[in-house]
């Protein structure tokens, strides 16, 4: 199921807050146990309905990690630090082989057919949902318990923990360190109306920015490949700022909704997006962009090799061995592990410049920054090096300034149309669509780099936003017939 | 102007509710697509989305006589048909359909209908040899949800951008405006009458034809695939109503679709597929009439008859159907081994050049 379906907004979410806070309102140590495992039973079914396997997986997963944590404690507890460590090391082999196995078994294969000249067969295995996701969050539980930063979790609060529905699919990462606080809560099981207004209003501003404005773009971009052979230099244009606005607003979007619907439960999720296209530099983009994984792969990756400790050199050879990482998470691709590499290089770049590089002007740094994590996306969503490069070539060589109409159509404005008819002259439906790009993209902009961001922002309970909210959830809910897939789920 | 936040939640909660009854209400009650009942005298209801209201059509709406099937059957006029069979029909096409999508609306037809007297069918020569249960996934998301009886997943209808906008508002603008009550003539739903068809149209895109070195045969395999597809969605329905005629006929694609082809190496399988359907229908069946018109080649070899390889024009279909009351290009086990010889001694042996001349 997900969250901008009508199945959720109409059944899922308002008889999961039901059945949460009823037996919670009693205040009794039974009854909040009850609500919690409700709770879990709902993110059960939440993540059963994209597929019945998945739950089995999410729970031999739970049940393998919690199995091991079980054995670093005990260890720890006997004063055998050593072997603590190695049940860690194994829990941290044992999940990366599960994700291994889920996802990279067909790139492994392909790369040893290439390298060997060999025909093995591909198999098919299924993606599970948010999968990369999952297992950074076990890694953490796993990599804290050893540390012994999260004593006395219960087993009630570490299923919670590991299968909560909001986070489930597409994040933000959470570590345990920063859940358990929000598990035990002394108010979580009061309704808190301020919260949950906010929480619906948050849900509301990344339903709407999914469904009304990554939707089309997204259909945009799927038009261009469609005819990619025929596109010039302004569609390939207009269609590397459709991706980048596209990718943002799904992705935020999504967050929107995972922190809204937490904040409705009476938990506060880490915000996972700071306003990236607002960067200065690379480095700065990775500062708002992503924040839960970025955070996680400082804490987890980038610190333990010594981090900037450790002289210029290794700062640089650590920071390539986390965007590497980066670049491999999101995908069992060359691209994806590119798409990484470059981040890293730049930033890399950008630190060695130092303070020459922070002395440019910074609108000539902003656009640097946004050309380039732009042109990135390109290549994020590129099936292979050489469709990345034939983009490259239609935007650089192919320059007939042509527009294409099947493209611009993707932007259609129903109410330009109707003021233009009202001014003077006569406009074709070119330059109708012409405008209407030119509105719609605008928007964008103006969106991402002026508007405060939702994760955020205070959100007010006046007569303003409830009719804005009220307004926002209802144009979203009609638009949602037809709709497109999550671009995060695979990852 | 501050509130609380109780009453802000209050107040949210009441407008949303009131937006799902008032929509959600209204859409049940006009129903547009007539999922849930046929159409309200005094509004007007407007067919266009044929994938969305063809079941609603189907189960609620009565009629003695249907015409189904792809694209083919998109410019037949019903008010001819019941002219000369004596009917009162519905038409329900399918463009691009499998043959099991068809066969499942005809199934509808059936449980919701029991007085069908004549179903006519277009058999598209690509679906011959397909999957039995082959459905179209290429052409957007489906409305499955028009066509189960699972009402949870009705709010896709009742919430759907297109139906309030196109359908639902329509329909209370023209009710305001005073306009009278009615549906889109059977005639008119889903014809492409404004189309232009031409030589230049048939021909777009080719400019010569080569001849394939070799004509292949159906295998094995496509045979028996065949004989599944034709078995599940051709011939068990009409095996069990043996009250209703059966009117199943092949389209008369163009020249150019057969030059086509003869240059893939196909045409040989074409007409074999056809052939060995033609068979099955007319062994295992009574009441099912096959129709081929590949023997008028005034109108396969006429080129301005079609917009593109494949679809021609109205007067065509008008054509059929008056060949079809005649009991013109009717095809009977006495005359089928004559019939696909003929049609083999023409398609296979003309040179296809000749058509740009």
């Known amino acids: 199921m997900q969250f901008h379906s009508l199945y959720f907004i109409i059944f899922f979410l308002p008889l999961t807050l039901l059945g949460y806070y009823l037996p919670a309102g009693k205040q009794t140590g039974r009854g909040k146990a009850a609500a919690d495992w409700f709770l879990i039973a709902a993110s059960f079914l939440f993540y059963g309905i994209a597929n019945p396997w998945y739950p089995a997986m999410l729970a031999v997963l739970i049940l393998l990690n919690w199995g091991i944590a079980g054995r670093e404690k005990a260890a720890e507890a006997a004063g ?17 082989c599960f994700l291994g196995f889920f996802k990279y078994t067909n790139f492994f294969l392909e790369n040893l057919n290439v390298i060997f000249h060999q025909d093995w067969p591909l198999v098919h295995v299924l993606l599970p949902l948010g999968i990369s996701f999952i297992i950074f969050s076990q890694i953490s539980f796993l990599v804290d318990v050893r540390r012994g930063k999260i004593p006395g979790v219960l087993f009630r609060e570490y299923v919670l923990f590991s299968a909560f529905f909001p986070k489930l699919s597409q994040g933000p990462i959470t570590t345990m360190r920063d859940f358990l606080p929000e598990l035990r809560k002394d108010n979580r099981f009061s309704l808190n109306y301020e919260e949950m207004a906010a929480g619906i209003q948050m849900f509301t501003c990344g339903l709407f920015k999914k469904v009304i ?177 034939r983009f490259r070539w239609h935007l650089k060589v192919d320059r007939s300034g ?47 780099l002026c508007f405060p961001n939702n994760q955020k922002r205070k959100y007010k309970v006046n007569l303003v936003s409830l009719l804005l909210t009220a307004a926002m959830l209802i144009i979203s809910m009609l638009s949602m017939s037809g709709v497109s897939t999550f671009i995060y789920n695979d990852f | 102007m501050r509130m609380k936040a109780k009453t802000w939640l209050r107040a ?59 694209s083919m059957s998109e410019n037949f006029k019903a008010s001819e048909f019941d002219a000369l069979f004596g009917t009162h029909s519905v038409k329900l096409p399918y463009p691009g359909a499998t043959f099991k999508e068809i066969n499942d609306n005809l199934k509808a037809a059936f449980e919701t209908h029991d007085s069908i007297r004549y179903v006519l069918r277009p058999l598209d020569y690509s679906h011959l040899a397909e999957d039995k249960d082959a459905m179209r996934q290429d052409m957007g998301e489906y409305p499955t949800y028009l066509y189960d009886r699972n009402f949870l997943n009705d709010v896709k209808y009742l919430y759907n951008r297109d139906v309030v906008f196109y359908y639902l508002l329509p329909m209370l603008e023209k009710r305001l405006k005073g306009e009278a009550g009615g549906i889109t003539s059977f005639d008119d739903y889903a014809s492409s009458y404004g189309d232009t068809c031409s030589k230049e149209k048939a021909l777009e895109g080719i400019t010569s034809f080569e001849v394939a070195d070799e004509q292949m045969p159906l295998s094995e395999d496509e045979i028996e695939e065949l004989k599944a597809n034709l078995e599940q969605n051709v011939i068990s329905l009409a095996r069990e109503h043996p009250e209703t005629t059966f009117l199943y006929f092949f389209p008369p694609y163009s020249a150019v679709w057969w030059g086509s082809l003869k240059q893939e190496g196909t045409l040989q399988k074409q007409i074999q597929a056809e052939q060995l359907a033609t068979e099955m229908m007319l062994e295992e069946t009574d009441n099912i009439q096959v129709y081929s018109f590949n023997a008028h080649t005034e109108i396969v070899f006429n080129l301005d008859h079609y917009k593109d390889s494949g679809h021609y024009g109205p007067e065509v279909n008008s054509m059929i159907l008056n060949w079809i009351a005649e009991g013109d290009g009717r095809i009977t086990e006495e005359n089928q081994k004559e019939y696909f010889e003929k049609e083999a001694e023409i398609y296979l042996n003309y040179d296809y050049n000749q058509l740009f001349r």
Not at chain 1, 434 to 442: D, H, I, M, R, W
């Open chain 1, 80 to 96: 055998a630090s050593r072997r603590s460590e190695r049940w860690m090391a194994f829990g941290i082999v044992l999940n990366v």
């Open chain 1, 213 to 389: 404005l990554a939707d089309p773009l997204g259909t945009a971009v799927t038009q261009y490949y469609s005819l990619f052979s025929y596109r010039s230099n302004v569609d390939s244009l207009i269609v590397m700022l459709a991706y980048t606005f596209q990718i943002y607003f799904d992705f935020s979007g999504y967050s929107d909704m995972a922190i809204g619907i937490a904040k409705m439960l009476g938990f506060d999720l880490p915000a996972n997006f700071n306003s990236p296209y607002r960067a200065g530099t690379v480095t700065d983009f990775w500062r708002r962009w992503h924040l839960s994984l970025t955070s996680f792969l400082r804490e987890y990756i980038y610190f333990p090799l010594g981090g900037s400790r450790r002289g210029k050199l290794r700062t640089y050879v650590n920071i390539m061995v986390v965007y590497l990482v980066s670049g491999l998470w999101h995908g069992a691709s060359w691209t994806f592990v590119l798409w990484g590499v470059f981040h890293g290089l730049f930033q890399v770049l950008e630190r060695m410049l130092g303070k020459l590089y922070r002395k440019v002007w910074l609108p000539i740094r902003w656009c640097i920054t946004f050309y380039f994590v732009s042109m990135m996306w390109m290549l994020f969503q590129s099936s292979s090096f050489s469709e990345f490069q």
């Open chain 1, 402 to 448: 042509y527009y294409s109409q099947d493209l611009a159509a993707c932007f259609r404005i129903s109410g330009v149309n109707f003021v233009m008819q009202h001014l003077p002259g006569i406009y074709s439906d070119g330059t109708i669509l012409a405008v209407s790009t030119a509105l719609f993209l605008g928007a964008c902009f103006v969106i991402c």
């Open chain 2, 12 to 70: 949210f909660l009441i407008l949303i509710l009131a937006f799902l009854v008032m929509i959600g209400g209204f859409v049940v009650y006009l129903d547009p697509f007539f999922h849930y009942h046929a159409p309200l005298g005094g509004w007007y209801y407007e067919l266009g989305e044929q994938r969305s209201q063809n079941d609603g059509i189907t189960r609620h709406f009565s009629y003695d006589a249907m015409i189904t099937g792809t």
